[in-house]
């Protein structure tokens, strides 16, 4: 059994940076595809970014395209997402997941392990 705990959420300004953090234990970390999530109040849980188990592709939703960045250290058994000019839309809870796929997929379905998550907020 994974465990996957986000950290690095908070409150930041329109065009501001994160970067969020998931640490995992319990398991072995490089065998996982992990990917990031996020859901907003009233709406569906969406698919970020996705790292394959060794780091050499990701997979990246449109909407975040060219500004938010996913990464891992598997030594330390943690993938990043770091995220720059953010946007007011962009505020949700922000959830990683472990897939025991090879290919990092937008697939929510496809992971089996979720962390419990952490609030971002982007003021105007």
């Known amino acids: 059994q994974v465990q996957l705990v986000e950290s690095g959420g908070g409150l930041v300004q329109a065009g501001g940076s994160l970067r969020l953090s998931c640490a995992a234990s319990?398991?072995?970390?490089?065998?996982?595809?992990m990917g990031w999530f996020r859901q907003a109040p009233g709406k569906e849980r969406e698919f970020v970014a996705a790292?394959?188990?060794?780091?050499?592709?990701?997979n990246t939703a449109d909407s975040v395209k060219g500004r938010f960045t996913i990464s891992r250290d598997n030594p330390k058994d943690t993938v990043y997402l770091q995220m720059n000019s953010l946007k007011p839309e962009d505020s949700a809870v922000y959830y990683c997941?472990?897939?025991?796929?090879?290919?990092?997929?937008?697939?929510?379905?496809?992971?089996?392990?979720w962390g419990q998550g952490t609030q971002v907020t982007v003021s105007s």
């Open positions: 319990g398991g072995t970390f490089s065998i996982y595809s």
């Open positions: 790292i394959s188990r060794s780091g050499g592709s990701t």
């Open positions: 997941a472990a897939s025991a796929g090879f290919s990092p997929t937008p697939d929510k379905d496809k992971y089996i392990y």
